[in-house]
């Protein structure tokens, strides 16, 4: 039975990596609005971040912080871990949501660019996971990442972003197996629900569109929803990947 209420989070601490904008701050909302209190990660988005914190302490008083940090510095994610202890003194769910994504064609990958799409997509969730277990342990907590359906289909001229993915998804599965029966490890692989930053081409978006199934595009929402769901009402599921993507997955790249 379902049992999302407008208090199925509460007193929940999630901490919420690449929060600040985007998919990330939409997540943060729906979960803010179902009882959660928020750790609101970001790199350099101090303004977006700070408005979001004084937005969601404006609707519940002392219940979002931020915090910045480098993903790609493993140093600093104890820190983070330490943010949600100070502030809330417990966390009960990591969600690697944060970042990168751009092309890298086959003769033009350098090791700076490979360094910093495989760090932020797959190293960073590795090591932030690894930090935060002992704290979610004691909750029996979840661990949630952000994939992409390109990491079972690749995508034209990117060969090292779908490959970090794709670790993430065995990365995944894996933690599900290493952390378990304490802590649940799961997976939500977006569709086409927000555009990348670089605008494509409308003509591009009408072939993305329409390669799904529902022959439209998604909603960050959805994706928010998908999250709540894993949090608040799938407590026998773990090392499962959740595609969000309007049927995209089974109508062929």
């Given at each position: 039975m379902h049992t999302e209420s407008p208090q199925s989070l509460r007193d929940q601490t999630v901490l919420i990596t690449g929060a600040a904008r985007r998919l990330g701050a939409v997540m943060a909302r729906h979960l803010h609005a179902a009882g959660a209190n928020l750790v609101i990660h970001h790199r350099q988005s101090d303004r977006e971040a700070g408005l979001l914190a004084a937005e969601l302490n404006a609707l519940r008083t002392s219940s979002a912080v931020t915090v910045s940090a480098d993903l790609l510095d493993i140093s600093s994610f104890p820190g983070l871990i330490q943010t949600a202890l100070d502030s809330f003194g417990r966390l009960d769910a990591l969600i690697?949501?944060?970042?990168?994504?751009?092309?890298?064609?086959?003769?033009?990958?350098?090791?700076?660019?490979?360094?910093?799409?495989?760090?932020?997509?797959?190293?960073?969730?590795?090591?932030?996971?690894?930090?935060?277990?002992?704290?979610?342990?004691?909750?029996?907590?979840?661990?949630?990442?952000?994939?992409?359906?390109?990491?079972?289909?690749?995508?034209?001229?990117?060969?090292?972003?779908?490959?970090?993915?794709?670790?993430?998804?065995?990365?995944?599965?894996?933690?599900?197996?290493?952390?378990?029966?304490?802590?649940?490890?799961?997976?939500?692989?977006?569709?086409?629900?927000?555009?990348?930053?670089?605008?494509?081409?409308?003509?591009?978006?009408?072939?993305?569109?329409?390669?799904?199934?529902?022959?439209?595009?998604?909603?960050?929402?959805?994706?928010a929803k998908a999250a709540l769901f894993f949090l608040a009402d799938a407590p026998y599921v773990t090392g499962q990947i959740l595609p969000v993507d309007g049927g995209r997955s089974i109508s062929g790249f």
């Open positions: 690697n949501n944060a970042s990168t994504f751009y092309p890298t064609p086959v003769g033009e990958i350098t090791p700076r660019a490979f360094d910093d799409l495989i760090g932020t997509n797959l190293r960073a969730p590795l090591f932030l996971s690894q930090a935060a277990a002992p704290e979610l342990r004691k909750r029996r907590g979840l661990i949630l990442n952000l994939i992409d359906i390109h990491a079972f289909r690749p995508l034209k001229s990117h060969p090292t972003y779908c490959a970090a993915k794709a670790g993430l998804v065995m990365l995944t599965q894996s933690l599900a197996r290493e952390l378990g029966p304490d802590i649940r490890v799961n997976g939500i692989a977006p569709g086409p629900v927000l555009w990348p930053d670089a605008a494509l081409d409308p003509t591009q978006q009408d072939k993305i569109i329409d390669r799904t199934a529902l022959k439209r595009i998604g909603s960050p929402l959805d994706i």
